[in-house]
């Protein structure tokens, strides 16, 4: 089945401690995405990842690190979390580059983070 | 990307067709509207796309005017299961082809009555 997983689903910690949120997908999509999703504000763009090795800041950057060693992967990190990163977040994929016009992303199920 | 305008929730009886209007007056030609749903904090799901001609799939049915200045997204059978917040985005398709960034506004929550 087609699907972009993500882990943990959920997840509450403390300022500063660093962490990790995975996303893959089984679709050999090129392109992939970060979102978070905060009451009255929709979703907002993080990062995202055009293929391998390339990736760029979206609308909402500060506080997050991405990587894209592997084509299914594109992991997302918070090195110091701060209580005003506590979100839902979605991870999403599309296929990108030459697979056809206006081709539809794929999102997770989501990651909800507490930072306390 | 052109600004887009849904109201902000509408109801509707169950087997009925739910039709939820969006205007996006200042799109311009190179820009598709999608349509995206999310169902209580789920991930959004993808629903349809056009550029200027009527689609349909097996989900929905996409109305887009002839002026492309607004559009409608119609359930032709709206089940309990189909209430959500619907999403209308207007994008310009990436270089590489796909749904790049999307930028979704608040939505219109739809709210299907037994």
């Known amino acids: 089945e087609a699907q972009v997983t993500q882990n943990p689903r959920y997840l509450i910690t403390v300022t500063g401690k660093k962490l990790t949120v995975t996303c893959s997908q089984n679709?050999?999509?090129?392109?992939m995405s970060w979102y978070r999703q905060d009451p009255g504000l929709g979703l907002r763009q993080i990062y995202y990842s055009m293929n391998v090795e390339v990736t760029d800041k979206g609308d909402v950057p500060e506080g997050y690190k991405v990587s894209r060693k592997e084509k299914r992967n594109f992991p997302l990190i918070l090195e110091s979390p701060s209580p005003n990163q506590t979100s839902l977040y979605f991870c999403?994929?599309?296929?990108?580059?030459?697979?056809?016009?206006?081709?539809?992303?794929?999102f997770g199920d989501g990651t909800r983070l507490s930072i306390l | 990307d052109a600004k887009t305008t849904q109201p902000t929730s509408m109801d509707c009886a169950e087997g009925r067709a739910a039709n939820l209007p969006c205007n996006h007056s200042t799109i311009s030609g190179n820009e598709y509207v999608y349509w995206y749903r999310q169902i209580h904090s789920q991930g959004p799901q993808y629903i349809i796309h056009g550029l200027k001609n009527n689609e349909t799939n097996e989900m929905a049915s996409l109305i887009i005017t002839e002026d492309r200045k607004s559009s409608t997204l119609i359930l032709p059978h709206a089940t309990l299961r189909d209430t959500a917040v619907y999403y209308c985005i207007v994008r310009v398709v990436g270089f590489g082809g796909g749904a790049d960034g999307l930028t979704f506004g608040k939505g219109t929550h739809l709210i299907i009555q037994p």
């Open positions: 999403a994929s599309s296929p990108g580059t030459g697979k056809g016009v206006g081709q539809p992303q794929h």
């Open positions: 679709m050999n999509h090129e392109y």
